[in-house]
């Protein structure tokens, strides 16, 4: 599978931001595929994801009730809405998947084998 993220950028607080999340090969209905950050000197973090077949979703609490996480199967797209960004949400924003994920390793970024290139979001005070 390969993936490619876009829609980053600047953006100011309060403001929002559409990540999107192109994906080829792979049964991308079945994958369980999410977006993860990484900011300057911080480990990568989950931020939220889809789980395959049953499309049942998961947020960091950091941004449950601000970020919205979507897919499209009959594209092969995922997405992610942000509004009422914060400062602490700038960073790199990657888009993730993996087939048969158990749901205790959805939340870890060394359980996803597929990587998208990044797309970086800054949101400026």
């Known amino acids: 599978v390969q993936l490619q993220a876009s829609g980053g950028g600047l953006v100011q607080v309060g403001g929002y931001r559409r990540l999107s999340c192109a994906a080829s090969g792979g049964t991308f209905s079945t994958y369980t595929v999410g977006w993860f950050r990484q900011a300057p000197g911080k480990e990568r973090e989950f931020v939220a994801s889809i789980r395959g077949y049953r499309d049942i979703i998961y947020y960091a609490a950091s941004v449950k009730g601000r970020f919205t996480i979507s897919r499209d199967n009959a594209k092969k797209m995922l997405f992610l809405q942000m509004n009422s960004l914060l400062p602490e949400d700038t960073a790199v924003y990657y888009c993730?998947?993996?087939?048969?994920?158990?749901?205790?390793?959805?939340?870890?970024?060394?359980?996803?084998?597929?990587w998208g290139q990044g797309t970086q979001v800054t949101v400026s005070s």
């Open positions: 993730t998947a993996n087939s048969n994920l158990a749901l205790s390793a959805i939340r870890t970024a060394s359980s996803y084998h597929y």
